[in-house]
Protein backbone atom coordinates (compact mmCIF):
# COMPACT_ATOMS: atom_id res chain seq x y z
CA UNK A 1 0.00 0.00 0.00
CA UNK A 2 1.36 3.40 -1.10
CA UNK A 3 1.70 5.68 1.33
CA UNK A 4 0.27 8.99 1.80
CA UNK A 5 3.78 10.99 0.81
CA UNK A 6 4.55 8.93 -2.27
CA UNK A 7 0.54 9.45 -3.58
CA UNK A 8 1.48 12.97 -3.84
CA UNK A 9 4.42 13.10 -5.18
CA UNK A 10 3.10 10.50 -8.24
CA UNK A 11 0.52 13.15 -8.54
CA UNK A 12 0.29 15.34 -11.88
CA UNK A 13 0.37 18.71 -10.10
CA UNK A 14 -0.32 22.16 -12.61
CA UNK A 15 1.01 24.99 -12.40
CA UNK A 16 -0.56 27.54 -9.85
CA UNK A 17 -1.62 29.39 -12.70
CA UNK A 18 -3.99 27.42 -14.13
CA UNK A 19 -5.47 26.49 -10.92
CA UNK A 20 -5.87 30.54 -10.43
CA UNK A 21 -7.25 30.38 -14.27
CA UNK A 22 -10.17 28.23 -12.63
CA UNK A 23 -11.31 30.90 -10.48
CA UNK A 24 -11.04 33.97 -12.75
CA UNK A 25 -7.87 35.00 -11.62
CA UNK A 26 -5.18 36.28 -14.09
CA UNK A 27 -1.10 36.37 -13.55
CA UNK A 28 -1.10 39.82 -11.76
CA UNK A 29 -3.85 38.59 -9.20
CA UNK A 30 -1.44 36.14 -7.03
CA UNK A 31 2.22 36.00 -6.80
CA UNK A 32 3.28 32.42 -6.93
CA UNK A 33 5.72 31.03 -4.37
CA UNK A 34 7.35 28.15 -6.98
CA UNK A 35 5.10 26.66 -9.55
CA UNK A 36 2.55 24.98 -7.30
CA UNK A 37 1.80 27.75 -4.50
CA UNK A 38 0.99 31.23 -4.44
CA UNK A 39 -0.54 34.32 -2.59
CA UNK A 40 -3.84 35.91 -3.61
CA UNK A 41 -2.61 39.62 -4.50
CA UNK A 42 -4.57 42.15 -2.31
CA UNK A 43 -6.40 43.92 -4.94
CA UNK A 44 -8.31 40.85 -6.06
CA UNK A 45 -9.15 40.01 -2.70
CA UNK A 46 -10.87 43.68 -2.87
CA UNK A 47 -12.44 43.05 -6.07
CA UNK A 48 -14.20 40.09 -4.36
CA UNK A 49 -15.91 42.46 -1.55
CA UNK A 50 -19.86 42.55 -2.73
CA UNK A 51 -19.73 39.53 -5.21
CA UNK A 52 -22.51 37.09 -4.34
CA UNK A 53 -21.33 34.05 -1.87
CA UNK A 54 -21.90 30.64 -2.31
CA UNK A 55 -23.14 28.10 0.03
CA UNK A 56 -20.90 27.28 3.50
CA UNK A 57 -20.78 23.96 4.54
CA UNK A 58 -18.74 23.35 7.41
CA UNK A 59 -17.42 20.00 7.80
CA UNK A 60 -16.68 18.65 11.35
CA UNK A 61 -16.24 15.46 13.23
CA UNK A 62 -16.99 13.24 16.63
CA UNK A 63 -14.27 13.19 19.27
CA UNK A 64 -10.98 12.14 17.67
CA UNK A 65 -9.67 8.40 18.99
CA UNK A 66 -6.49 6.98 18.28
CA UNK A 67 -8.54 5.03 15.44
CA UNK A 68 -8.58 7.74 12.98
CA UNK A 69 -11.85 10.09 11.68
CA UNK A 70 -10.42 11.67 8.99
CA UNK A 71 -12.16 14.93 8.92
CA UNK A 72 -9.50 16.77 6.79
CA UNK A 73 -9.60 13.85 4.17
CA UNK A 74 -12.75 13.75 4.17
CA UNK A 75 -13.30 17.88 3.67
CA UNK A 76 -10.95 17.64 0.49
CA UNK A 77 -12.60 14.26 -1.33
CA UNK A 78 -16.18 16.40 -0.61
CA UNK A 79 -15.02 19.47 -2.36
CA UNK A 80 -13.21 17.16 -5.35
CA UNK A 81 -16.41 15.30 -5.13
CA UNK A 82 -18.83 18.12 -6.01
CA UNK A 83 -16.50 19.51 -8.62
CA UNK A 84 -17.59 15.89 -10.38
CA UNK A 85 -21.21 16.23 -10.51
CA UNK A 86 -20.69 19.59 -11.64
CA UNK A 87 -21.00 21.88 -8.56
CA UNK A 88 -18.04 24.72 -8.84
CA UNK A 89 -16.77 23.96 -5.03
CA UNK A 90 -13.60 25.60 -3.20
CA UNK A 91 -12.31 24.97 -0.01
CA UNK A 92 -10.75 26.64 2.66
CA UNK A 93 -8.51 24.64 5.11
CA UNK A 94 -6.15 25.90 7.81
CA UNK A 95 -2.55 25.66 7.60
CA UNK A 96 -0.70 22.96 9.27
CA UNK A 97 1.43 23.51 12.67
CA UNK A 98 5.02 22.12 12.74
CA UNK A 99 3.93 20.43 16.15
CA UNK A 100 1.68 17.74 15.40
CA UNK A 101 4.09 17.05 12.19
CA UNK A 102 6.69 16.09 14.32
CA UNK A 103 5.03 15.06 17.05
CA UNK A 104 2.13 12.43 17.39
CA UNK A 105 -0.83 13.58 14.83
CA UNK A 106 1.46 13.91 11.39
CA UNK A 107 0.23 16.68 8.99
CA UNK A 108 -2.86 17.92 7.37
CA UNK A 109 -2.97 17.50 4.20
CA UNK A 110 -5.48 15.00 3.97
CA UNK A 111 -5.08 11.45 3.28
CA UNK A 112 -4.90 8.62 0.65
CA UNK A 113 -6.20 10.06 -2.88
CA UNK A 114 -7.58 13.28 -1.14
CA UNK A 115 -4.79 15.51 -0.51
CA UNK A 116 -3.78 18.92 -0.85
CA UNK A 117 -0.35 19.38 -2.67
CA UNK A 118 2.52 19.98 -2.58
CA UNK A 119 1.94 17.97 0.49
CA UNK A 120 5.72 18.35 1.66
CA UNK A 121 5.55 21.80 1.74
CA UNK A 122 1.90 22.49 3.08
CA UNK A 123 3.65 20.12 5.77
CA UNK A 124 6.57 22.15 6.45
CA UNK A 125 7.38 25.63 5.89
CA UNK A 126 4.64 26.38 3.30
CA UNK A 127 5.06 30.07 2.49
CA UNK A 128 6.22 31.34 5.67
CA UNK A 129 3.05 32.53 7.61
CA UNK A 130 3.66 30.96 10.68
CA UNK A 131 7.21 31.96 11.18
CA UNK A 132 6.05 35.73 10.49
CA UNK A 133 3.60 34.95 13.10
CA UNK A 134 5.58 33.75 15.15
CA UNK A 135 8.23 36.93 14.60
CA UNK A 136 5.75 39.29 15.47
CA UNK A 137 4.88 37.39 18.46
CA UNK A 138 8.20 37.71 19.47
CA UNK A 139 8.80 41.14 18.60
CA UNK A 140 5.75 42.05 20.69
CA UNK A 141 7.71 40.28 23.63
CA UNK A 142 11.08 41.64 22.73
CA UNK A 143 9.79 45.57 22.60
CA UNK A 144 7.71 44.91 26.30
CA UNK A 145 11.22 43.62 27.85
CA UNK A 146 13.11 46.41 26.16
CA UNK A 147 10.52 48.89 27.56
CA UNK A 148 10.83 47.86 30.80
CA UNK A 149 14.73 47.88 30.81
CA UNK A 150 14.77 51.30 28.87
CA UNK A 151 13.37 52.84 31.70
CA UNK A 152 9.64 51.63 32.23
CA UNK A 153 7.64 54.92 31.03
CA UNK A 154 4.40 52.85 31.36
CA UNK A 155 5.13 51.29 34.63
CA UNK A 156 4.39 48.13 34.03
CA UNK A 157 4.76 45.11 36.83
CA UNK A 158 6.75 42.47 35.94
CA UNK A 159 5.24 40.58 37.88
CA UNK A 160 1.99 40.90 36.10
CA UNK A 161 3.12 39.95 32.32
CA UNK A 162 0.90 38.39 30.57
CA UNK A 163 2.11 37.68 26.82
CA UNK A 164 4.42 34.91 26.46
CA UNK A 165 6.74 34.22 23.71
CA UNK A 166 5.85 31.68 20.72
CA UNK A 167 7.57 28.57 18.91
CA UNK A 168 5.68 26.23 16.62
CA UNK A 169 7.06 23.18 18.06
CA UNK A 170 5.72 21.25 20.89
CA UNK A 171 8.28 21.70 23.87
CA UNK A 172 7.57 21.10 26.95
CA UNK A 173 10.70 22.46 28.52
CA UNK A 174 9.27 26.29 27.33
CA UNK A 175 6.37 26.01 29.39
CA UNK A 176 7.87 28.04 32.10
CA UNK A 177 10.99 29.86 31.84
CA UNK A 178 13.30 32.72 33.71
CA UNK A 179 14.17 35.49 31.27
CA UNK A 180 17.40 38.44 31.99
CA UNK A 181 19.76 36.44 33.82
CA UNK A 182 22.89 37.85 33.38
CA UNK A 183 23.81 41.21 33.84
CA UNK A 184 21.92 44.26 34.24
CA UNK A 185 22.47 45.07 30.62
CA UNK A 186 20.80 41.37 29.97
CA UNK A 187 17.63 42.70 30.85
CA UNK A 188 15.21 42.46 34.64
CA UNK A 189 14.95 38.41 35.63
CA UNK A 190 11.58 37.42 35.54
CA UNK A 191 9.41 34.48 35.00
CA UNK A 192 8.38 33.95 31.11
CA UNK A 193 6.56 31.20 29.53
CA UNK A 194 6.04 30.11 25.78
CA UNK A 195 3.07 29.09 23.94
CA UNK A 196 2.98 27.01 20.70
CA UNK A 197 2.34 29.12 17.28
CA UNK A 198 -1.01 28.08 17.04
CA UNK A 199 -1.94 29.21 19.98
CA UNK A 200 -0.57 32.92 20.03
CA UNK A 201 -3.25 35.43 20.09
CA UNK A 202 -1.61 37.00 17.08
CA UNK A 203 -2.64 33.67 15.36
CA UNK A 204 -6.31 34.35 16.38
CA UNK A 205 -6.21 37.68 15.67
CA UNK A 206 -4.58 37.16 12.12
CA UNK A 207 -7.38 34.28 11.46
CA UNK A 208 -10.73 36.63 12.26
CA UNK A 209 -9.07 40.01 10.68
CA UNK A 210 -10.95 41.16 7.61
CA UNK A 211 -7.96 43.07 6.25
CA UNK A 212 -4.69 44.90 7.09
CA UNK A 213 -6.64 47.54 9.11
CA UNK A 214 -8.81 45.42 10.82
CA UNK A 215 -5.27 43.10 11.47
CA UNK A 216 -3.67 45.95 12.80
CA UNK A 217 -6.72 47.43 15.16
CA UNK A 218 -6.69 43.85 16.66
CA UNK A 219 -2.90 44.06 17.25
CA UNK A 220 -3.11 47.41 19.33
CA UNK A 221 -5.57 45.81 21.63
CA UNK A 222 -3.60 42.80 22.58
CA UNK A 223 -3.17 43.29 26.27
CA UNK A 224 1.07 42.18 27.18
CA UNK A 225 1.08 43.46 31.02
CA UNK A 226 -1.07 45.36 33.54
CA UNK A 227 0.84 48.29 35.17
CA UNK A 228 1.25 48.73 39.16
CA UNK A 229 -2.15 50.65 39.29
CA UNK A 230 -3.68 46.72 37.78
CA UNK A 231 -4.73 48.64 34.88
CA UNK A 232 -3.91 47.11 30.58
CA UNK A 233 -1.14 48.02 29.25
CA UNK A 234 -1.81 46.86 25.31
CA UNK A 235 0.73 46.38 22.30
CA UNK A 236 -0.70 50.03 20.66
CA UNK A 237 0.51 51.37 23.96
CA UNK A 238 3.96 49.85 23.11
CA UNK A 239 4.14 51.24 19.17
CA UNK A 240 4.88 47.90 18.29
CA UNK A 241 1.55 47.49 15.79
CA UNK A 242 3.46 48.95 13.20
CA UNK A 243 6.25 46.84 13.03
CA UNK A 244 4.11 43.59 13.79
CA UNK A 245 1.89 44.71 10.68
CA UNK A 246 5.34 44.84 8.27
CA UNK A 247 6.27 41.52 9.56
CA UNK A 248 2.42 40.27 8.59
CA UNK A 249 1.82 42.21 5.49
CA UNK A 250 2.37 39.16 3.22
CA UNK A 251 1.32 36.42 5.73
CA UNK A 252 -2.34 37.81 5.33
CA UNK A 253 -2.39 37.35 1.84
CA UNK A 254 -4.32 33.74 1.67
CA UNK A 255 -2.75 30.82 -0.03
CA UNK A 256 -3.64 29.04 -3.24
CA UNK A 257 -3.16 25.63 -3.70
CA UNK A 258 -4.76 22.52 -5.18
CA UNK A 259 -5.82 19.04 -4.47
CA UNK A 260 -4.99 15.90 -6.22
CA UNK A 261 -7.61 16.43 -8.62
CA UNK A 262 -6.80 19.71 -9.21
CA UNK A 263 -9.67 21.75 -6.98
CA UNK A 264 -8.61 24.84 -6.27
CA UNK A 265 -8.16 25.05 -2.18
CA UNK A 266 -6.96 28.38 -0.11
CA UNK A 267 -5.11 27.34 2.83
CA UNK A 268 -4.50 30.65 5.09
CA UNK A 269 -3.95 30.43 8.94
CA UNK A 270 -4.15 27.66 11.61
CA UNK A 271 -5.34 28.02 15.61
CA UNK A 272 -5.67 24.57 17.19
CA UNK A 273 -9.16 24.14 18.37
CA UNK A 274 -8.05 22.40 22.05
CA UNK A 275 -6.21 25.31 22.61
CA UNK A 276 -7.43 28.27 20.46
CA UNK A 277 -10.77 29.03 18.04
CA UNK A 278 -9.60 26.16 15.53
CA UNK A 279 -10.61 27.57 12.17
CA UNK A 280 -9.20 29.04 8.98
CA UNK A 281 -9.18 32.96 8.43
CA UNK A 282 -12.17 34.78 8.07
CA UNK A 283 -10.52 36.40 4.36
CA UNK A 284 -10.04 32.64 3.23
CA UNK A 285 -13.22 31.12 3.83
CA UNK A 286 -14.99 34.32 2.34
CA UNK A 287 -12.64 34.29 -0.54
CA UNK A 288 -13.63 30.46 -1.22
CA UNK A 289 -17.63 31.94 -0.98
CA UNK A 290 -17.14 34.28 -3.75
CA UNK A 291 -15.15 31.85 -6.04
CA UNK A 292 -17.51 29.07 -5.75
CA UNK A 293 -21.30 28.18 -5.87
CA UNK A 294 -20.66 25.88 -2.69
CA UNK A 295 -17.55 26.77 -0.28
CA UNK A 296 -15.91 23.50 1.49
CA UNK A 297 -14.54 24.43 5.12
CA UNK A 298 -13.42 22.55 8.25
CA UNK A 299 -12.86 23.15 12.12
CA UNK A 300 -10.32 21.30 14.28
CA UNK A 301 -10.99 18.39 16.50
CA UNK A 302 -14.21 17.24 17.28
CA UNK A 303 -17.73 19.38 16.92
CA UNK A 304 -17.44 20.17 20.58
CA UNK A 305 -14.62 22.46 20.00
CA UNK A 306 -14.05 23.33 16.26
CA UNK A 307 -17.28 23.47 15.01
CA UNK A 308 -18.53 25.39 18.69
CA UNK A 309 -15.99 27.83 18.37
CA UNK A 310 -17.08 27.88 14.57
CA UNK A 311 -20.53 28.49 15.07
CA UNK A 312 -20.12 31.07 18.30
CA UNK A 313 -17.11 33.13 17.52
CA UNK A 314 -15.98 33.27 13.62
CA UNK A 315 -19.34 32.96 12.46
CA UNK A 316 -20.59 36.01 15.06
CA UNK A 317 -17.62 37.83 14.32
CA UNK A 318 -17.52 37.51 10.66
CA UNK A 319 -21.07 37.51 9.80
CA UNK A 320 -21.00 33.88 8.40
CA UNK A 321 -24.21 31.85 8.06
CA UNK A 322 -23.57 28.11 7.36
CA UNK A 323 -25.57 26.27 5.31
CA UNK A 324 -25.00 22.95 6.35
CA UNK A 325 -22.39 20.84 8.19
CA UNK A 326 -20.88 17.46 7.56
CA UNK A 327 -20.33 15.57 10.53
CA UNK A 328 -17.19 12.74 10.08
CA UNK A 329 -17.44 9.54 11.95
CA UNK A 330 -15.69 5.95 11.46
CA UNK A 331 -17.39 2.88 12.87
CA UNK A 332 -13.72 1.87 13.98
CA UNK A 333 -13.86 5.03 16.38
CA UNK A 334 -17.15 4.24 17.49
CA UNK A 335 -16.32 0.86 18.29
CA UNK A 336 -13.36 2.41 20.32
CA UNK A 337 -15.97 4.56 22.01
CA UNK A 338 -17.70 1.85 22.91
CA UNK A 339 -14.45 -0.14 24.83
CA UNK A 340 -13.03 -1.89 22.31
CA UNK A 341 -8.82 -1.83 21.99
CA UNK A 342 -7.46 -0.35 19.33
CA UNK A 343 -6.24 -3.84 18.08
CA UNK A 344 -9.37 -5.28 18.02
CA UNK A 345 -11.49 -2.96 15.80
CA UNK A 346 -11.37 -4.50 12.96
CA UNK A 347 -13.87 -7.10 13.80
CA UNK A 348 -17.85 -6.82 13.37
CA UNK A 349 -19.14 -5.45 17.23
CA UNK A 350 -22.38 -4.38 17.02
CA UNK A 351 -22.85 -4.43 20.65
CA UNK A 352 -19.47 -2.05 20.96
CA UNK A 353 -21.07 0.03 18.03
CA UNK A 354 -24.23 0.59 20.10
CA UNK A 355 -22.45 1.61 22.98
CA UNK A 356 -19.63 4.16 21.86
CA UNK A 357 -22.42 5.58 18.74
CA UNK A 358 -23.76 7.83 22.12
CA UNK A 359 -20.83 10.12 21.02
CA UNK A 360 -22.12 10.53 18.00
CA UNK A 361 -25.83 11.02 19.12
CA UNK A 362 -24.13 13.62 20.80
CA UNK A 363 -22.61 15.99 18.25
CA UNK A 364 -25.72 15.21 16.44
CA UNK A 365 -28.06 17.19 19.24
CA UNK A 366 -24.83 19.83 19.43
CA UNK A 367 -25.25 21.06 15.80
CA UNK A 368 -28.23 20.69 15.97
CA UNK A 369 -29.31 22.90 18.31
CA UNK A 370 -27.39 25.75 16.18
CA UNK A 371 -30.44 25.35 13.60
CA UNK A 372 -27.74 24.01 11.06
CA UNK A 373 -28.88 21.04 9.05
CA UNK A 374 -26.39 17.78 9.69
CA UNK A 375 -25.70 15.21 7.56
CA UNK A 376 -23.40 12.47 8.64
CA UNK A 377 -20.49 10.59 6.57
CA UNK A 378 -18.96 7.19 7.65
CA UNK A 379 -15.44 7.70 5.87
CA UNK A 380 -15.27 3.84 5.34
CA UNK A 381 -13.03 1.03 6.19
CA UNK A 382 -12.47 -2.07 4.30
CA UNK A 383 -12.98 -3.73 7.34
CA UNK A 384 -16.50 -2.44 8.31
CA UNK A 385 -19.77 -4.33 7.72
CA UNK A 386 -22.81 -3.92 6.53
CA UNK A 387 -24.44 -4.59 9.83
CA UNK A 388 -22.63 -1.98 10.99
CA UNK A 389 -23.22 0.55 8.73
CA UNK A 390 -26.82 -0.18 8.71
CA UNK A 391 -27.16 0.82 11.87
CA UNK A 392 -25.31 3.66 11.95
CA UNK A 393 -27.26 4.87 8.90
CA UNK A 394 -30.79 4.10 10.63
CA UNK A 395 -29.21 5.35 13.96
CA UNK A 396 -29.06 8.62 11.61
CA UNK A 397 -32.28 8.96 9.89
CA UNK A 398 -33.90 8.63 13.63
CA UNK A 399 -32.63 11.45 14.02
CA UNK A 400 -33.01 14.02 11.01
CA UNK A 401 -29.50 13.52 9.81
CA UNK A 402 -29.12 12.49 5.80
CA UNK A 403 -26.44 10.54 6.17
CA UNK A 404 -23.48 9.35 3.39
CA UNK A 405 -20.65 6.88 3.16
CA UNK A 406 -17.27 8.18 2.18
CA UNK A 407 -14.56 6.60 0.02
CA UNK A 408 -12.35 9.10 -0.67
CA UNK A 409 -9.27 7.75 1.05
CA UNK A 410 -9.06 4.86 -1.66
CA UNK A 411 -11.02 6.36 -4.37
CA UNK A 412 -10.33 10.37 -3.79
CA UNK A 413 -13.34 12.73 -5.55
CA UNK A 414 -14.97 9.40 -7.01
CA UNK A 415 -15.48 8.08 -3.44
CA UNK A 416 -17.55 11.22 -2.40
CA UNK A 417 -19.85 11.17 -4.59
CA UNK A 418 -22.37 9.57 -2.29
CA UNK A 419 -21.73 12.12 -0.05
CA UNK A 420 -21.09 14.84 -2.23
CA UNK A 421 -24.76 14.54 -3.73
CA UNK A 422 -26.58 13.90 -0.38
CA UNK A 423 -24.99 17.19 0.80
CA UNK A 424 -26.53 18.62 -2.19
CA UNK A 425 -29.87 17.48 -1.35
CA UNK A 426 -29.59 18.79 2.00
CA UNK A 427 -28.32 22.74 0.78
CA UNK A 428 -31.64 22.33 -1.99
CA UNK A 429 -34.29 20.92 0.70
CA UNK A 430 -33.28 21.97 4.13
CA UNK A 431 -33.05 25.44 5.44
CA UNK A 432 -30.37 26.37 7.93
CA UNK A 433 -31.33 28.32 10.47
CA UNK A 434 -28.21 29.04 12.05
CA UNK A 435 -27.75 31.08 15.64
CA UNK A 436 -25.29 31.23 18.31
CA UNK A 437 -26.03 28.93 21.53
CA UNK A 438 -25.90 31.78 23.34
CA UNK A 439 -26.45 36.01 23.16
CA UNK A 440 -23.82 38.60 23.52
CA UNK A 441 -25.44 40.09 26.57
CA UNK A 442 -25.10 37.41 28.80
CA UNK A 443 -22.50 36.81 31.64
CA UNK A 444 -18.98 35.32 31.13
CA UNK A 445 -19.68 32.54 33.78
CA UNK A 446 -23.07 31.95 32.04
CA UNK A 447 -21.42 32.00 28.58
CA UNK A 448 -18.74 29.17 30.07
CA UNK A 449 -21.82 27.36 31.50
CA UNK A 450 -24.03 27.65 27.93
CA UNK A 451 -21.07 25.99 26.12
CA UNK A 452 -20.56 23.28 29.14
CA UNK A 453 -24.15 22.09 29.70
CA UNK A 454 -24.89 22.73 26.28
CA UNK A 455 -22.37 21.22 24.24
CA UNK A 456 -20.58 19.28 26.73
CA UNK A 457 -22.88 17.71 28.24
CA UNK A 458 -21.67 18.42 32.18
CA UNK A 459 -23.87 19.17 35.05
CA UNK A 460 -22.40 22.53 35.55
CA UNK A 461 -19.10 24.67 36.39
CA UNK A 462 -16.55 24.63 39.22
CA UNK A 463 -14.11 27.82 39.32
CA UNK A 464 -10.95 27.65 40.78
CA UNK A 465 -10.49 31.22 42.97
CA UNK A 466 -8.08 32.43 40.67
CA UNK A 467 -10.64 32.05 37.28
CA UNK A 468 -13.16 33.54 39.47
CA UNK A 469 -10.69 36.74 40.36
CA UNK A 470 -10.23 36.60 36.22
CA UNK A 471 -13.31 36.61 35.16
CA UNK A 472 -14.83 39.38 37.13
CA UNK A 473 -11.69 41.98 36.72
CA UNK A 474 -12.47 40.95 33.08
CA UNK A 475 -15.73 42.26 33.35
CA UNK A 476 -15.01 45.12 35.23
CA UNK A 477 -12.49 45.99 32.15
CA UNK A 478 -15.58 45.93 29.88
CA UNK A 479 -15.08 42.68 27.85
CA UNK A 480 -18.26 40.78 29.35
CA UNK A 481 -19.61 40.75 26.36
CA UNK A 482 -17.15 38.89 23.93
CA UNK A 483 -17.27 35.43 23.32
CA UNK A 484 -15.53 32.73 25.43
CA UNK A 485 -12.88 30.38 23.84
CA UNK A 486 -13.03 27.25 25.58
CA UNK A 487 -9.58 25.34 26.07
CA UNK A 488 -10.38 21.76 26.60
CA UNK A 489 -9.40 18.56 25.89
CA UNK A 490 -10.31 16.60 22.39
CA UNK A 491 -10.30 13.22 23.14
CA UNK A 492 -13.38 13.74 25.51
CA UNK A 493 -16.94 15.74 25.41
CA UNK A 494 -15.32 16.52 29.33
CA UNK A 495 -12.48 18.04 30.78
CA UNK A 496 -11.76 14.53 31.19
CA UNK A 497 -9.52 13.05 28.01
CA UNK A 498 -10.28 9.45 29.66
CA UNK A 499 -14.17 9.86 29.59
CA UNK A 500 -14.70 8.47 26.11
CA UNK A 501 -18.74 7.82 24.77
CA UNK A 502 -21.33 10.27 26.58
CA UNK A 503 -20.28 11.23 29.87
CA UNK A 504 -22.74 11.80 32.24
CA UNK A 505 -22.74 13.50 35.81
CA UNK A 506 -19.91 15.54 35.09
CA UNK A 507 -18.53 19.41 35.95
CA UNK A 508 -15.86 21.21 33.86
CA UNK A 509 -13.41 22.23 36.00
CA UNK A 510 -12.56 26.10 34.73
CA UNK A 511 -8.70 26.88 36.46
CA UNK A 512 -7.96 30.24 34.65
CA UNK A 513 -9.82 32.92 32.60
CA UNK A 514 -7.98 35.51 30.33
CA UNK A 515 -9.20 37.97 27.91
CA UNK A 516 -7.49 37.73 24.23
CA UNK A 517 -8.95 41.61 23.71
CA UNK A 518 -7.21 41.73 19.96
CA UNK A 519 -8.62 38.31 19.00
CA UNK A 520 -12.35 39.43 20.44
CA UNK A 521 -12.88 36.64 22.86
CA UNK A 522 -12.43 35.35 26.25
CA UNK A 523 -10.06 32.34 26.88
CA UNK A 524 -11.32 29.68 29.74
CA UNK A 525 -8.37 26.87 30.38
CA UNK A 526 -10.68 23.29 31.93
CA UNK A 527 -9.08 20.43 33.03
CA UNK A 528 -5.00 20.47 32.36
CA UNK A 529 -5.31 21.80 29.24
CA UNK A 530 -1.61 22.93 27.91
CA UNK A 531 -0.88 25.78 25.42
CA UNK A 532 2.12 24.12 24.83
CA UNK A 533 1.92 20.47 24.32
CA UNK A 534 5.09 18.40 24.64
CA UNK A 535 5.92 15.53 22.42
CA UNK A 536 5.24 11.93 23.00
CA UNK A 537 8.08 8.99 23.95
CA UNK A 538 8.22 8.11 20.10
CA UNK A 539 7.62 11.35 18.01
CA UNK A 540 6.97 11.63 14.38
CA UNK A 541 10.08 13.51 13.94
CA UNK A 542 11.95 9.95 13.80
CA UNK A 543 10.27 8.87 10.72
CA UNK A 544 10.62 12.30 9.00
CA UNK A 545 14.14 12.36 6.73
CA UNK A 546 15.71 13.75 2.99
CA UNK A 547 16.84 10.95 0.87
CA UNK A 548 19.88 10.86 -1.32
CA UNK A 549 17.73 12.65 -4.14
CA UNK A 550 16.65 15.43 -2.05
CA UNK A 551 13.02 13.85 -1.28
CA UNK A 552 11.26 14.07 2.08
CA UNK A 553 10.04 10.96 3.41
CA UNK A 554 8.52 9.99 6.44
CA UNK A 555 5.37 12.83 6.25
CA UNK A 556 2.04 11.75 6.56
Known amino acids: MKTDIEIAREAVKLPITEIASKLGMTGDDIEPYGKYKAKISEDFLKGLEGKPQGKLVLVTAINPTPAGEGKTTTSIGLADALNRIGVKTVAALREPSLGPCFGIKGGAAGGGYAQVVPMEDLNLHFTGDFHAITSANNLLAALLDNHIQQGNELGIDSRQIVWKRAVDLNDRTLRNVVVGLGAKADGFVREDHFVITVASEIMAAFCLALDMKDLKERLSRIIVAYNF ?74 ADLGAEKFLDIKCRQAGLRPDAVVLVATIRALKYNGGVPKTELSAENLDALKKGIVNLEKHIENLQQYGVPVVVTLNSFVTDTEAEISYVREFCKERDCDFALSEVWA ?137 DDGNIIGLF
Open 229 to 302: KGEPVTAGDLHAVGSMAALLKDAIKPNLVQTIEHTPVIVHGGPFANIAHGCNSVRATKAAMALGDVAITEAGFG
Open 411 to 547: RGGEGGEELARMVMNTLNNKESHYAPIYPDKMSLEDKISAVAEKIYGAKGVVYSAAAKRQLSKITEMGFGDLPVCMAKTQYSLSDDPALLGRPEDFDITVREAYVSAGAGFVVALTGSIMTMPGLPKRPAAFDIDVD
